[in-house]
């Protein structure tokens, strides 16, 4: 297999696994710790919602709001150069063409609702799909105060058009942590323990990306027509937010802490506007989940939650 068929699209894997990012810090407060919940559905259907007013609101004169874990996610998009997939050298593709593939995410400590970070990122993933090209990010974010670890994201991406860049009869295909370390799952052939349906609102991905994915994919019809939609789509970060949101509803009694590890893969894009309806089957410590757009009856994502301690009432 030899170059790409995107012209521009060329990936030197040598150069891409060798590269090293800056170290890069970044401040937020609960005001954007806030914003993100609202982008992510939190109270949209219920504005006094008592498992989700605590995100947006100092409910009860609780002294910090309480965070989602998936506020995390935000952290690989703090980087001073934006995206962190661009300025790689080796990495070529063509931007309007990328799509968020997966994202796994471990959180080691409770997440304050303002703080300094300190991410350090790297490449920790490249394989050639033929069709496509995949890089796996890996960001490691600490609080700049203790030093402490705080969490750890790996984002996929999937680069359409970019593959074909392996110079053997073998794809190429290289990771620098265990196979392992996701937990492997099938979607269960059950019944579902819960099912949560949620409508995403016809606005949602331009309230979405005031949390730092400024992608135009997600806001401009134009652009979304390059990229082979008919109209700007979900990010995938904003439907894996509202995904959680349900789960820690459903199984952790509201509280965002109890999550220790999130993974999911996107399956389909998600127009803004459709209706989200995710099934769960609780597999202590783990709950499985696949979400659906009813309005397509289609699978646009699935995956896990790892969790600290399941109530005893479920
Ligand atoms: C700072 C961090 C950067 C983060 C990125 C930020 C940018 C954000 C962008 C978005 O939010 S885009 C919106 C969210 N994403 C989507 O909507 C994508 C939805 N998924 C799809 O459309 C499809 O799944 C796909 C990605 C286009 C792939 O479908 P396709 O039919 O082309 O693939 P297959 O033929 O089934 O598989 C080929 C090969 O690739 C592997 N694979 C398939 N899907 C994924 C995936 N989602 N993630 C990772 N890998 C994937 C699949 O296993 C096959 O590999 P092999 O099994 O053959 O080895």
Redesign the pocket.
Same mark, same amino acid.
Request: net charge positive; hydrophobic share 40%.
């Given at each position: 297999m030899e170059s790409s068929s995107i012209s521009g699209s060329k990936i030197d894997p040598k150069l891409v696994l060798s590269h090293k990012f800056a170290e890069d810090e970044f401040s937020y407060s609960e005001r954007d710790v806030a914003i993100y919940a609202l982008g992510v559905g939190a109270c949209g259907a219920d504005a006094v919602d008592t498992k989700e007013l605590h995100y947006v609101y100092h409910r009860d004169g609780q002294p910090f709001i309480k965070v989602l874990p998936t506020f995390v996610s935000l952290f690989?998009?703090k980087?001073s150069n934006g995206?962190?997939?661009v300025d790689v050298p080796g990495l070529n593709y063509e931007p309007s063409l *990328? *799509?968020?593939?997966?994202?796994y995410i471990e959180v080691y400590r409770p997440i304050p609702s303002s703080g300094t970070i300190i991410n350090n990122a790297s490449i920790a993933g490249l $394989?050639d799909?033929?069709?496509?090209a995949?890089v796996e990010?890996e #960001?490691t974010s600490y609080l700049k105060e203790t030093g402490e670890i705080l969490c750890m994201?790996r984002? #996929?991406?999937?680069l359409?058009g970019a593959g074909g860049f392996s110079d053997s009869s073998k794809?190429y295909?290289y990771t620098t942590y265990p196979p392992n370390q996701i937990f492997r799952f099938s979607i269960p052939k059950s019944k579902p323990t819960v099912v949560y349906e949620d409508r995403t609102q016809n606005s949602q991905a331009l309230v979405y990306r005031l949390s730092g994915?400024y992608?135009p994919? $997600?806001s401009d019809p134009s652009i979304a027509e390059i990229a082979r939609f008919s109209r700007p789509?979900? $990010?995938?970060?904003? #439907?894996l937010g509202f995904v959680i949101r349900a789960v820690v509803k459903s199984f952790c009694n509201g509280e965002p802490a109890a999550v220790k590890s999130i993974f999911g893969?996107? *399956?389909? $894009?998600?127009y803004p506007g459709e209706t989200l309806v995710t099934e769960m089957w609780l597999q202590a410590p783990r709950v499985i989940y696949q979400t659906k757009v009813k309005e397509r009856n289609k699978a646009?994502l699935s995956g896990y939650v790892e969790i600290k301690q399941i109530p005893s009432s479920l």
């Open positions: 690989p998009f980087k995206l962190g997939l *990328l *799509l968020h593939g997966q994202q $394989h799909k033929g069709k496509a995949i990010l #960001t994201n984002s #996929t991406v999937f359409r794809p295909s994915d992608n994919l $997600h789509i979900q $990010h995938g970060l904003c #439907t893969r996107f *399956l389909l $894009h998600v646009v």
